[in-house]
């Protein structure tokens, strides 16, 4: 199994520029989550779904969008990048409800926006 | 002040000495979770718990629920053990809150 995929690992924007940062998943988890990480600030979570065609806002989901149209694949989209958006995102899943349940990170997507 | 809180921030120790990293939270919990960063950035989880102790290897995780306090020890510590030790709690629902991080570095 490959576990959680994330790509691209880096990637620049300019300011207004949209992307899509992609995850995927082989384990067959339900749970799937989009975490930003900051300098000296904890984990913050973007979006998250709970299942195929389910998805909801976490703390920080302001400027962000996510579909899952397939078990597999919970991609972020960027809609107009900002500065503020540069970050390093993290996607994660678990076999079924998140917080009970032993977490699966990706490597990471390192967002730089100028 | 923020739901969970690690401690130390960071931390320098010599190799083969004991090791103890400290979270503590506000908020009634269903579970913790101890994550460990590595260096190049990848997340990997090492335990999780919701009373009691833990044990994997040289790793052992505590929760005292009353207290809402939890600590993660390293017996024998060793360089390979230098990371970022990410403390999580999760409340009814779906979402963790994370700690900042505690930034240890085991020196040979």
């Known amino acids: 199994n490959a576990g959680v995929t994330q790509t691209p690992k880096f990637q620049v924007l300019k300011t207004g520029q949209s992307m899509t940062l992609q995850c995927a998943q082989d384990?067959?988890?339900?749970?799937m989550s989009w975490y930003r990480q900051d300098p000296g600030m904890g984990l913050r979570l973007i979006h998250y779904s709970v299942g195929a065609g389910i998805t909801d806002q976490g703390e920080v989901p302001n400027g962000y969008n996510v579909s899952r149209s397939t078990t597999e694949d919970f991609p972020l989209r960027l809609l107009s990048a900002a500065p503020s958006q540069t970050s390093v995102y993290f996607c994660a899943s678990s076999y079924s409800t998140g917080n009970l349940e032993t977490q699966y990170f990706g490597p990471g997507t390192r967002l730089l926006v100028l | 002040k923020n739901e969970v809180e690690q401690s130390p921030q960071n931390l320098t120790a010599q190799e083969g000495e004991f090791i103890t990293i400290n979270c503590s939270y506000s908020v009634g919990i269903s579970a913790l979770h101890w994550l460990q960063q590595h260096p190049g950035g990848g997340i990997v989880s090492l335990f999780m718990?919701?009373?009691g102790k833990k044990k994997h290897g040289r790793l052992i995780a505590t929760i005292n629920i009353q207290e809402k306090h939890s600590s993660l020890h390293i017996t024998a510590s060793h360089p390979r053990d230098s990371a970022v030790y990410i403390c999580a709690v999760s409340r009814s629902g779906d979402k963790l809150t994370f700690g900042t991080g505690t930034r240890l570095a085991v020196r040979p």
């Open positions: 384990m067959n988890h339900e749970y």
């Open positions: 718990l919701s009373s």
